[in-house]
């Protein structure tokens, strides 16, 4: 095969890059020929094809319920070691706590607010996130704001419901006025 000039260039005028990018193309609609030909194509049209036990939006509350309760525990444990100022920490708990209770508001009739296949009362904290019994400072909480701020578009992009995109989105907007606060205080 020739390996091209000095430009990576090969003798068609094609870059290296350009060429194994067209390669990988071309074997990916093979690969994904070859699957669709072998599965066959039925689309949706049974009952059953959400191959998960719960909806998006279940899974989005679910993960936003653990969330807020995280969120209130943090603030809790902040607001009890005197961690920041207590008049604006007792505001974002408050805020915590309506969400929370939205929250639960919206989920479906017969679904619960944690997935009762594990034991675990308190799901183990994402990779990276701070710890539960942490008292985190005004700074602290100011990042977890954000953090969760960013998130909220991400989850409220992954909801099939309207009005719970709006709940989700209402409550990333709140939350970063709470980073702002935080920061300011």
């Given amino acids: 095969?020739?390996?091209?000039?000095?430009?990576?260039?090969?003798?068609?005028?094609?870059?290296?890059?350009?060429?194994?990018?067209?390669?990988?193309?071309?074997?990916?609609?093979?690969?994904?020929?070859?699957?669709?030909?072998?599965?066959?194509?039925?689309?949706?049209?049974?009952?059953?094809?959400?191959?998960?036990?719960?909806?998006?939006?279940?899974?989005?509350?679910?993960?936003?319920?653990?969330?807020?309760?995280?969120?209130?525990?943090?603030?809790?444990?902040?607001?009890?070691?005197?961690?920041?100022?207590?008049?604006?920490?007792?505001?974002?708990?408050e805020d915590h706590l309506t969400h929370l209770d939205a929250l639960l508001d919206a989920l479906p009739e017969g679904v619960t607010a944690h997935d009762t296949v594990g034991d675990e009362a308190e799901p183990p904290a994402p990779v990276g996130e701070v710890a539960l019994d942490a008292v985190p400072d005004t700074a602290g909480l100011r990042v977890l704001a954000a953090a969760a701020t960013s998130a909220r578009l991400d989850q409220a992009a992954a909801v099939t419901d309207p009005g719970l995109a709006q709940l989700v989105s209402g409550i990333g907007a709140c939350e970063a006025g709470h980073a702002h606060l935080l920061a300011r205080a």
């Fill in 1 to 93: 095969m020739d390996q091209g000039d000095v430009n990576g260039r090969t003798a068609h005028g094609l870059t290296r890059r350009s060429l194994a990018a067209r390669s990988l193309v071309l074997t990916g609609v093979a690969v994904t020929g070859a699957v669709a030909g072998t599965v066959g194509v039925s689309g949706c049209a049974g009952a059953d094809w959400y191959p998960f036990d719960v909806t998006p939006d279940v899974a989005v509350l679910r993960s936003l319920i653990r969330e807020k309760e995280r969120a209130i525990v943090r603030h809790e444990a902040a607001l009890e070691h005197g961690t920041g100022p207590a008049e604006l920490l007792e505001r974002l708990l």
